[in-house]
């Protein structure tokens, strides 16, 4: 895989980590700011993504002051059974990451929900579903990290 990027590549990601335009049309806007037309910026965007570069475009709110509750989960899943667990839970529109570690529960993901009642009905599922042994770890507090890759 060819991850090479050029200056234009380098500056559409610091804007989308740092100066995300709030307009109808954005990347418009980021185009407009790189000296690209939209749809540059579009097909440039799209590429970073296939290549995994981008994981995601979007918001980040704080779950509990939306009226959300949300935990950290992690799971005890075989070698063989990894991308079975994955599919599953990455099905869940509450998901909002899911990882391998390299450690007894090897894969972690955290789960968000609009209610703690409908937080545990979907973790209750998610274990029915895949068998496999989930923890449930709730934040007791919050350390916000700002992750942003400078490029």
């Not at 995300?20 to 690209?36: C, D, N, Q, S, W």
């Not at 509750?69 to 992690?74: D, G, Y």
């Not at 075989?78 to 450690?103: C, K, L, W």
């Not at 209610?115 to 007791?140: C, H, Q």
Request: net charge negative.
């Amino acid at each position: 895989m060819n991850l090479t990027m050029d200056e234009t590549d380098k500056k559409i990601l610091n804007m989308l980590q740092d100066d995300f335009p709030l307009e109808p049309e954005p990347f418009r806007v980021i185009g407009i700011r790189a000296g690209i037309s939209e749809e540059e910026v579009l097909n440039r965007v799209s590429a970073l993504k296939e290549k995994g570069v981008i994981r995601r475009i979007g918001a980040v709110f704080h779950p509990g002051k939306l009226g959300y509750a949300s935990t950290l989960c992690a799971a005890i899943v075989p070698a063989d059974r990894v991308d079975f667990f994955s599919a599953i839970v990455n099905g869940y529109p509450g998901v909002t990451h899911n990882y391998e570690r390299d450690h007894e529960y090897n894969i972690w993901f955290t789960l968000i929900a609009p209610s703690e009642p409908e937080l545990e009905k979907t973790l209750e599922d998610i274990r029915a579903r895949t068998g496999m042994k989930i923890l449930s770890m709730r934040a007791v507090q919050t350390f916000k990290i700002d992750a942003r890759f400078q490029v």
